[in-house]
């Protein structure tokens, strides 16, 4: 902190749980914190915050926008507009206003049109959930129409996450998120839309214990434990976000149909393809994730021998990259936690020659997975869908008709998948 910080102060509007762990680490290195969240919930947050002097409760956005030099809107990204509206005109003079939505495009598009001309406007994407500690993590940072000063200042006050500052333009911004984080999101909602059609709990049946399997099943559950919202909003308010979801829909639909269909040769064919243009480059590198660490966090009990799957998941993923030429590997600098579990199981399965042939064989030769793998598939395509209508109502409601099939078990896969992120990410190489 400068000495001329002492007496500046930071806003956040929205105390949900992005904005409390903000609130909390920016208090504990010493900065005033000005936060709000919505009317009703000004008695809760104030019991909540008593013991906490630096942070200051205030009844609207209008009092943290006028007291404040340095304003976070951390509010759901379908709202951004609405919230800057409101808020945005009573903006202190020549303060700094940014936001935590996981899309910019709109953020950005809200601040050009409801801010003041003389506020200066610094975005940030902190790359992971509230849960996660943000140190090594990345944070994104956007200088969009800000003076030097104002920057350097919104550096020195998130340098108290101790995160890898990434400076990028909000189109780059977009454009990566959507490789990154969107996709990511369809398969794992895929995956958890399937197994709830079948009615299974995945860790109960012997074909989905261990390994690969523990990362698919923890992941979806985390991701079903957090907010829709959060995923409705990167996926249907990002363009881009929707071609690449649409892609992996048709992955997974003509990989499915070569199953079905028995075309083996088809099947290896562009299998390999995908495999050769998206790890082509990589084949000397250390492998991202390693087998023991995976059986360490099970919902279920380990299998004696594992069981073998055709992973549609992750062949369609790689099928994906292929066909819109991403290369997965580029994206690190600005990867969540997620995706650096996803692509580490993906290269686990295309980096083990044996393991690929295993799962093109069981892709022809095993029907047992083919009620799991047709459900995979109208479940890819409808979030494909959902999320390119663009209806924030039709994607909630089945996001939340399946989070309440897997709740029951939230409290253990959270408590587990916070293990495996931690230990993984301890022993992931981030570039
Ligand atoms: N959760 C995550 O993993 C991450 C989320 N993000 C992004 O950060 C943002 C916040 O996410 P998160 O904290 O998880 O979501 P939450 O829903 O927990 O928090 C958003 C908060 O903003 C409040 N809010 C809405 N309108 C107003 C208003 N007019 N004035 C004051 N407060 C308001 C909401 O109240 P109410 O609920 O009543 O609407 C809610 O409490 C989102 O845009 C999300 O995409 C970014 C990185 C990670
Ligand atoms: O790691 C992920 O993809 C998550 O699910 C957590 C998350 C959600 C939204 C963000 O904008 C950033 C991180």
């Known amino acids: ?47 909540q915050f008593k013991d906490r002097p630096k942070v200051e409760i205030m009844p609207s956005g209008h009092y943290v926008s006028r007291a404040s030099d340095y304003i976070i809107y951390s509010v759901e990204a379908k709202n951004i507009d609405a919230v800057v509206k409101l808020f945005g005109p009573s903006t202190k003079m020549g303060a700094i206003v940014g936001g935590q939505t996981s899309c910019k495009a709109p ?8 801010l003041p001309k003389d506020v200066n406007i610094v975005s940030c994407h902190s790359l992971h959930g509230p849960g996660v500690h943000p140190k090594g993590q990345p944070l994104v940072l956007i200088k969009h129409r800000a003076t030097d000063e104002a920057f350097a200042f919104v550096e020195r006050v998130l340098s108290c996450l101790e995160s890898k500052v990434v ?13 990154t984080q969107a996709v990511t999101h369809a398969a794992f909602l895929s995956m958890g839309t ?16 261990g390994g690969i399997e523990n990362v698919k099943i923890n992941i979806t ?15 249907i308010l990002n363009p881009a976000a929707q071609v690449q979801i649409k892609q992996y829909a048709e992955s997974v639909t003509e990989l499915y149909k070569l199953m079905l269909a028995g075309h083996k040769e088809e099947l290896r064919e562009r299998v390999h393809t995908a495999r050769k243009a998206v790890f082509g480059g990589y084949e000397g590198k250390e492998l991202l994730l390693r087998d023991e660490l995976l059986d360490q966090f099970s919902l279920g009990v380990l299998p004696e021998k594992r069981l073998k799957n055709n992973h549609l998941s992750l062949l369609a993923i790689v099928d994906c990259w292929w066909k819109l030429g991403t290369v997965p590997y580029e994206h690190m600098i600005c990867s969540t936690p997620l995706f650096r579990m996803w ?19 069981t892709a022809i030769d095993d029907n047992t997975f083919r009620a799991d793998d047709l459900e995979f598939t109208f479940a890819a395509r409808d979030w494909s869908s959902r999320v390119s209508l663009g209806h ?6 089945k996001f939340e008709k399946i989070q309440e099939y897997f709740a029951p078990r939230f409290p253990e ?14 022993k992931t190489k981030d570039e």
């Not at 580490?344 to 064989?361: K, M, N, P």
Request: contains cysteine; proline residues 1%; charged residues 30%.
């Open 221 to 235: 559950l985390r991701i079903y434990a957090n907010k829709w919202h959060v995923y409705a909003g990167l996926a």
């Open 392 to 397: 924030f109502d039709g994607y909630r409601e």
């Open 194 to 209: 399937a197994w709830s059609a079948n009615n299974q709990f995945p860790w109960e049946s012997q074909r989905y214990v």
């Open 413 to 426: 896969a959270t408590r587990l998948g916070n293990e495996m992120i931690k230990t993984i990410l301890e």
């Open 1 to 47: 902190m400068a000495t001329t910080d002492d007496a500046k102060s930071v806003g956040i509007i929205g105390m949900g749980d992005m904005g409390i762990m903000y609130a909390r680490r920016l208090s504990d290195a010493g900065w005033k914190v000005n936060a709000c969240d919505i009317p009703e919930k000004y008695e809760a947050l104030v019991e």
């Open 167 to 179: 400076h990028l333009t909000y189109q780059e911004h977009d454009r990566i998120t959507a490789d």
């Open 107 to 114: 953020e950005i598009a809200a601040f050009e049109k409801h």
């Open 343 to 361: 692509l580490g199981i993906t290269e686990y399965l295309f980096r083990h020659e044996e393991l690929l042939e295993e799962a093109i064989d």
